[in-house]
Each structure stands twice: as C-alpha cells, then as structure tokens.
C-alpha cells in the first residue's frame, strides 16, 4: 500500500524556521521524483519544490528559492523540506507527494500519491 505521511508542522513567527518531514513507504519511494506543495486557504494548491530519485537535482518555485531546502534519505525513505527566513505567505497546509517518473516535476497532476498534509502557519 502507498503511503505518505507528513510531519513538523506549526506554528512559527516571520523570519522563524522549521523542518518539515515526510515518511514513504519503499515501495513508494525508491525509484521516483518526491515533492513538495502547499495550498493557502482560498487559493489553489502551488508546487514547492521538487527532487530527483536520485537526490542530485532539485528544483523551487522562484518565491521559495534561496530560502527552502528539499532533500532525500534513500536509506529512510525520507524527504525533507528545510524551510528558513519564514513570512506570513508561507502560510500554508503542505503536502508530500511522490511522482510518477524519476526526474523532477512541478506539475501537480505529474504526481500519483499525496500525504494528507501538514499546516505550517507563520505568524507576522
């Protein structure tokens, strides 16, 4: 059975940071891209970031970049979002999700499993 489950989120103020994590089961997870997303209240859901199956090539949508980190633990079957410099429009329930090739994407419907998201709140 495909699974995801995502953790760390919280409540934060602006300029904080947190980890967030997100656990695949290995069937899931070994040989595909692993992303990132989040949806704000009343706004549709937006790609984060986005990593290889092999963990060598990342990519951020632009209103992340230089701030947030995505990385993966074959060994674990994890992926990380390290999130830095936080601002209130981070705010967002974030979402873990496992695509359905090996190489980076960014759009949602490239992605065949989603967790059930975690709220990340940043506060001004």
């Known amino acids: 059975q495909v699974q995801l489950v995502e953790s760390g989120g919280g409540v934060v103020q602006a300029g904080g940071s947190l980890r967030l994590s997100c656990a695949a089961s290995a069937r899931t997870f070994f040989n595909y891209a692993m992303g990132w997303f989040r949806q704000a209240p009343g706004k549709e859901r937006e790609f984060v970031a986005a990593?290889?199956?092999?963990?060598?090539?990342?990519d951020y949508a632009d209103s992340v970049k230089g701030r947030f980190t995505i990385s993966r633990d074959r060994a674990k079957n994890m992926v990380y979002l390290e999130m830095n410099n936080l601002t209130p429009e981070d705010t967002a329930v974030y979402y873990c999700?496992?695509?359905?090739?090996?190489?980076?994407?960014?759009?949602?419907?490239?992605?065949?499993?989603w967790g059930q998201g975690t709220q990340v709140t940043v506060s001004s």
């Open positions: 990593i290889a199956w092999h963990g060598y090539t990342t």
């Open positions: 999700a496992r695509a359905g090739q090996a190489s980076v994407q960014r759009a949602a419907d490239d992605y065949s499993y």
